[in-house]
């Protein structure tokens, strides 16, 4: 844990310099007293959400809460549907602006006038990949940095060196969404996540709607490649076998709010209360049901 | 005919004041009525001018009363036909004007003149087959009392007027209830083939003996006289001194009889209408005048440029602001209602309606050079009406984007304009386009009644082969027309390759 902290390169937000570093995610580390004033130390890519609250409506999706994503670790966000685990990803995003309360990323509040900039030191993929039709892969990618005018040899390295890391074939850069399968949607809409090399990765269920075989396939790329990043990552799914085998952090969510936090074997050993069993319970894998037959 | 003005005011500069006097003949503009006998009073009309020494431009087959009054008040006609019974009763309705005098003063309030009678009494009489009227003993518009079941079509004028269809319903006591307005022309036919059992007529139309009419006598004197005379504006005689002498050398020069003559050389032995009048004028006021004939192809030329030119005008025009609306209005919830309302809103109004509303809006700016009568009332009608179609489109077009798209733009970080620009308007351009080419289409039918204000175009020879029911001169305009309705469809799909995205061309969204 703090390893991955410490070899994070501080970034200067709000607070300028960083001053004092912070070793471990701990409470009395958490504010420094410094010229008569609270300050914090951000590093980049770190998250950190204080009394967030959020309805539709009548509709109470997320909050009150306070949680604090930690900069190049991964935490999986997991629930039952409708629990606001999305929602909570698009607050994040400022895709959703709260009722009450803030979001900081990397030290800066989160405000409707720079969720634009920050957006692109994010990167965000959905489940339907959210790909651009009249786009074709290779224009899907690079929007952003021809927008922001990188030079066509700096997009052509960054191409290249996004396809080999999500094991993409470069002649398939040319195609159009339509023409692509379901995985290499998903491998484009990462690599487009990826292009400005943002200090974090937000996804929501990006695994969600591919079958079960190319699922597991891409389970295993994606964990290399979040490991090879370094980058912080938060996760919606609803599939704890996922959730474990991404994350650091496994948050389990209900009506809004976090029921428990840790890791899938603290989850599974110590739940938290009787929710937690029943959704750890309901997640049962084929040998499970084999199981239940005398073998 | 700007640039002709400017080459002629070039002149004037060139050649000094003097000179301009003695060759620039003053422009003056001639407007008649859809039916025949106004278009050969317009015909004479700009005969008279000319040998009074000015440069006459005929507007003809304008669409109704309100209309060449309107223009003539607004100086886009100087001068037209009308009849004294028309003007007290419609013109200036509401005043119980009777006397000559007193329509004079009324007039002159407004700038406009009137001239004495052309000697003809063109009232209006109720007609039928003289065969079915002796079968059912009907010999004088009371008679009709008895027959409550017949059917009764009148030109849509008369259903309206003030002296038309409801004043004589009171006035007879007609007790039929199946009376319907259609075009003046169309009711003959409807008589001949048994539509319909009365209409209305005017004294001197030339079918009333073609078709073998009775006309019904006015037993109880409703209709009232409706003299021939030229309505002008006062300007004219300051423009055009001589004008009007040669007008008086005409007064009570033409009879009923003589009218009706004219009105069948034009109607149906198809003698051109400028012809009819020059012959009349050589024989009557020995005025020698040339009466160009006309050619085909050339006409066929006019009228393809005067439509290409509505359409091109109103539809780029529509294009872009109605993009910009529907953007407006799938961007801002508030907005969409409002927009899509009063869009839809104009396109239920009725085109000839349209055409007098925006008439009388843009007359205050006639000074920026804009005429309340031809081509611009009616590139403003054809804008208005080819709104809809793209506004609703564009707006549907960028409301169906999936949100999962729209979101992943906004989660990049691009800005609106861009996203916009490069996301949105790209994946809405299919539906965008196919708004565009109903636009076109619809345009391009509803530009055939600009010619109802003098706009020209392919409406021109339809109005005319209506009026001397000419099948061929009716289809010299249909067709064309039609073709290039096809031709824009066809042109537009080629165009969706060129313009929809590849990408979005194999995907079903």
Same mark, same amino acid.
């Given at each position: 844990?703090?390893?991955?902290?410490?070899?994070?390169?501080?970034?200067?937000?709000?607070?300028?310099?960083?001053?004092?570093?912070?070793?471990?995610?701990?409470?009395?580390?958490?504010?420094?007293?410094?010229?008569?004033?609270?300050?914090?130390?951000?590093?980049?890519?770190?998250?950190?959400?204080?009394?967030?609250?959020?309805?539709?409506?009548?509709?109470?999706?997320?909050?009150?809460?306070?949680?604090?994503?930690?900069?190049?670790?991964? +935490?999986?966000?997991?629930?039952?549907?409708?629990?606001?685990?999305?929602?909570?990803?698009?607050?994040?995003?400022?895709?959703?602006?709260?009722?009450?309360?803030?979001?900081?990323?990397?030290?800066?509040?989160?405000?409707?006038?720079?969720?634009?900039?920050?957006?692109?030191?994010?990167?965000?993929?959905?489940?339907?990949?959210?790909?651009?039709?009249?786009?074709?892969?290779?224009?899907?990618?690079?929007?952003?940095?021809?927008?922001?005018?990188?030079?066509?040899?700096?997009?052509?390295?960054?191409?290249?060196?996004?396809?080999?890391?999500?094991?993409?074939?470069?002649?398939?850069?040319?195609?159009?969404?339509?023409?692509?399968?379901?995985?290499?949607?998903?491998?484009?809409?990462?690599?487009?996540?990826?292009?400005?090399?943002?200090?974090?990765?937000?996804?929501?269920?990006?695994?969600?709607?591919?079958?079960?075989?190319?699922?597991?396939?891409?389970?295993?790329?994606?964990?290399?490649?979040?490991?090879?990043? #370094?980058?912080?990552?938060?996760?919606?799914?609803?599939?704890?076998?996922?959730?474990?085998?991404?994350?650091?952090?496994?948050?389990?969510?209900?009506?809004?709010?976090?029921?428990?936090?840790?890791?899938?074997?603290?989850?599974?050993?110590?739940?938290?209360?009787?929710?937690?069993?029943?959704?750890?319970?309901?997640?049962?894998?084929?040998?499970?049901?084999?199981?239940?037959?005398?073998? | 005919?700007?640039?002709?003005?400017?080459?002629?005011?070039?002149?004037?500069?060139?050649?000094?004041?003097?000179?301009?006097?003695?060759?620039?003949?003053?422009?003056?503009?001639?407007? +008649?009525?859809?039916?025949?006998?106004?278009?050969?009073?317009?015909?004479?009309?700009?005969?008279?001018?000319?040998?009074?020494?000015?440069?006459?431009?005929?507007?003809?087959?304008?669409?109704?009363?309100?209309?060449?009054?309107?223009?003539?008040?607004?100086?886009?006609?100087?001068?037209?036909?009308?009849?004294?019974?028309?003007?007290?009763?419609?013109?200036?309705?509401?005043?119980?004007?009777?006397?000559?005098?007193?329509?004079?003063?009324?007039?002159?309030?407004?700038?406009?003149?009137?001239?004495?009678?052309?000697?003809?009494?063109?009232?209006?009489?109720?007609?039928?087959?003289?065969?079915?009227?002796?079968?059912?003993?009907?010999?004088?518009?009371?008679?009709?009392?008895?027959?409550?079941?017949?059917?009764?079509?009148?030109?849509?004028?008369?259903?309206?007027? #003030?002296?038309?269809?409801?004043?004589?319903?009171?006035?007879?006591?007609?007790?039929?209830?199946?009376?319907?307005?259609?075009?003046?022309?169309?009711?003959?036919?409807?008589?001949?083939?048994?539509?319909?059992?009365?209409?209305?007529?005017?004294?001197?139309?030339?079918?009333?003996?073609?078709?073998?009419?009775?006309?019904?006598?006015?037993?109880?004197?409703?209709?009232?006289?409706?003299?021939?005379?030229?309505?002008?504006?006062?300007?004219?005689?300051?423009?055009?001194?001589?004008?009007?002498?040669?007008?008086?050398?005409?007064?009570?020069?033409?009879?009923?009889?003589?009218?009706?003559?004219? #009105?069948?050389?034009?109607?149906?032995?198809?003698?051109?209408?400028?012809?009819?009048?020059?012959?009349?004028?050589?024989?009557?006021?020995?005025?020698?005048?040339?009466?160009?004939?006309?050619?085909?192809?050339?006409?066929?030329?006019?009228?393809?440029?005067?439509?290409?030119?509505?359409?091109?005008?109103?539809?780029?025009?529509?294009?872009?602001?109605?993009?910009?609306?529907?953007?407006?209005?799938?961007?801002?919830?508030?907005?969409?209602?409002?927009?899509?309302?009063?869009?839809?809103?104009?396109?239920?109004?009725?085109?000839?309606?349209?055409?007098?509303?925006?008439?009388?809006?843009?007359?205050?700016?006639?000074?920026?050079?804009?005429?309340?009568?031809?081509?611009?009332?009616?590139?403003?009608?054809?804008?208005?009406?080819?709104?809809?179609?793209?506004?609703?489109?564009?707006?549907?077009?960028?409301?169906?984007?999936?949100?999962?798209?729209?979101?992943?733009?906004?989660?990049?970080?691009?800005?609106?304009?861009?996203?916009?620009?490069?996301?949105?308007?790209?994946?809405?351009?299919?539906?965008?386009?196919?708004?565009?080419?109903?636009?076109?289409?619809?345009?391009?039918?509803?530009?055939?009644?600009?010619?109802?204000?003098?706009?020209?175009?392919?409406?021109?020879?339809?109005?005319?082969?209506?009026?001397?029911?000419?099948?061929?001169?009716?289809?010299?305009?249909?067709?064309?027309?039609?073709?290039?309705?096809?031709?824009?469809?066809?042109?537009?799909?080629?165009?969706?390759?060129?313009?929809?995205?590849?990408?979005?061309?194999?995907?079903?969204?």
């Amino acid at each position: 844990m703090a390893g991955a902290t410490t070899a994070t390169i501080l970034r200067t937000g709000r607070n300028r310099a960083p001053l004092l570093t912070c070793h471990s995610f701990q409470k009395s580390c958490d504010y420094l007293n410094l010229h008569g004033s609270a300050r914090r130390v951000f590093y980049a890519g770190m998250f950190l959400l204080q009394n967030i609250a959020r309805s539709f409506g009548a509709v109470h999706a997320v909050g009150p809460l306070d949680v604090e994503f930690e900069a190049g670790r991964t +935490s999986v966000l997991i629930g039952p549907s409708g629990c606001g685990k999305s929602t909570l990803l698009r607050l994040m995003m400022g895709l959703v602006a709260p009722d009450d309360g803030t979001v900081q990323f990397e030290g800066t509040v989160l405000t409707s006038k720079n969720a634009m900039l920050l957006r692109r030191r994010m990167g965000y993929v959905i489940q339907d990949g959210g790909l651009f039709p009249h786009l074709t892969a290779r224009r899907n990618i690079t929007v952003m940095a021809r927008y922001l005018k990188w030079d066509q040899d700096r997009i052509d390295r960054r191409v290249k060196e996004l396809a080999a890391l999500t094991r993409f074939p470069e002649s398939a850069l040319t195609r159009y969404p339509a023409q692509l399968s379901g995985g290499q949607r998903q491998r484009v809409s990462l690599m487009r996540a990826l292009m400005l090399d943002p200090d974090v990765l937000l996804l929501d269920e990006p695994l969600g709607a591919l079958d079960p075989m190319i699922r597991s396939e891409l389970q295993d790329e994606l964990r290399q490649i979040f490991r090879a990043l #370094n980058k912080t990552v938060v996760m919606v799914t609803h599939d704890l076998a996922e959730a474990g085998l991404f994350g650091d952090t496994i948050l389990l969510m209900r009506s809004g709010d976090f029921v428990q936090k840790g890791t899938l074997a603290e989850l599974v050993r110590t739940p938290a209360d009787p929710f937690v069993s029943r959704f750890v319970n309901a997640q049962r894998g084929p040998l499970e049901v084999l199981g239940d037959e005398p073998a | 005919m700007s640039a002709y003005r400017a080459i002629i005011l070039i002149l004037v500069v060139l050649t000094g004041p003097a000179a301009a006097v003695a060759q620039v003949r003053p422009p003056v503009s001639v407007g +008649s009525k859809t039916f025949t006998e106004s278009v050969i009073l317009g015909e004479i009309a700009v005969r008279l001018v000319r040998q009074a020494g000015g440069e006459p431009h005929h507007r003809k087959e304008l669409g109704g009363t309100r209309i060449l009054f309107n223009a003539l008040l607004n100086g886009d006609i100087d001068i037209y036909p009308e009849y004294t019974g028309t003007i007290s009763e419609e013109i200036l309705s509401g005043q119980n004007l009777t006397d000559e005098a007193s329509i004079r003063t009324a007039l002159a309030r407004q700038g406009v003149r009137m001239s004495g009678s052309l000697g003809f009494n063109n009232t209006y009489a109720l007609g039928m087959k003289k065969a079915r009227a002796a079968q059912l003993g009907i010999d004088k518009i009371s008679d009709l009392v008895h027959h409550p079941d017949l059917k009764f079509g009148f030109s849509n004028e008369f259903m309206d007027r #003030n002296d038309g269809w409801p004043s004589l319903r009171l006035r007879y006591g007609l007790p039929q209830t199946h009376v319907r307005g259609l075009d003046h022309d169309i009711a003959y036919r409807g008589l001949e083939n048994e539509a319909i059992d009365v209409m209305d007529l005017y004294a001197t139309d030339a079918e009333i003996q073609y078709y073998d009419l009775k006309i019904l006598t006015d037993d109880r004197h409703h209709f009232r006289d409706y003299d021939a005379v030229w309505l002008y504006r006062d300007d004219l005689v300051d423009r055009l001194p001589r004008i009007v002498a040669v007008m008086q050398t005409l007064e009570g020069k033409i009879s009923a009889s003589e009218m009706a003559r004219l #009105n069948k050389r034009a109607k149906l032995d198809k003698v051109p209408e400028g012809q009819v009048a020059a012959e009349f004028l050589a024989r009557e006021l020995e005025i020698e005048s040339r009466s160009e004939p006309i050619n085909v192809y050339d006409s066929l030329w006019n009228t393809t440029r005067d439509h290409l030119s509505m359409v091109v005008k109103s539809m780029t025009a529509a294009i872009l602001l109605a993009i910009p609306l529907g953007i407006w209005a799938a961007k801002k919830r508030r907005a969409a209602q409002p927009i899509l309302g009063v869009v839809g809103i104009i396109q239920t109004i009725p085109a000839l309606a349209l055409l007098v509303i925006i008439m009388s809006m843009i007359k205050p700016l006639k000074p920026l050079g804009i005429e309340s009568l031809g081509e611009h009332p009616a590139v403003v009608a054809l804008f208005l009406y080819s709104l809809l179609p793209i506004v609703r489109n564009t707006y549907a077009g960028l409301h169906e984007i999936p949100e999962h798209i729209r979101e992943s733009a906004v989660a990049l970080g691009l800005p609106p304009a861009v996203r916009l620009w490069r996301i949105e308007l790209p994946i809405a351009s299919r539906m965008i386009l196919s708004g565009i080419k109903t636009a076109v289409v619809i345009n391009i039918g509803f530009a055939t009644l600009g010619a109802l204000i003098g706009a020209g175009g392919y409406g021109q020879p339809i109005l005319t082969g209506i009026r001397l029911d000419d099948l061929g001169l009716i289809l010299q305009g249909a067709i064309p027309a039609a073709v290039l309705a096809l031709v824009a469809q066809f042109l537009f799909e080629l165009s969706e390759r060129v313009l929809v995205p590849k990408g979005l061309r194999m995907t079903k969204m």
